[in-house]
């Protein structure tokens, strides 16, 4: 199911509150925005972070590096 929010909303750490809490998150690992709302949602609970994605040889996305690697140093140098 998605829910868009209405376009005459909006409120100040609205698009970081609507990420941490949504059912699954899909974030790009080189944005420090997606390190910092999968971060807010692994401290809360919150499974489901799909950042860290490969294709593999046939083609199907696979997770190749799990939602520990956010807090890794050797993953993540300087923004764990």
């Known amino acids: 199911l998605v829910k868009l929010v209405p376009e005459g909303a909006g409120w100040l750490g609205g698009d970081i509150a609507l990420a941490a809490t949504a059912s699954v998150f899909i974030g790009n690992p080189a944005s420090t925005l997606s390190m910092l709302i999968t971060k807010i949602r692994l401290s809360l609970g ?3 972070n799909e950042l860290f994605k490969a294709k593999d040889e046939e083609g199907n996305w696979k997770t ?3 939602d520990h690697c956010v807090f890794d140093n050797t993953v993540m140098f300087s923004c764990a």
């Open 46 to 48: 919150f499974a489901h």
């Open 64 to 66: 190749v590096c799990g």
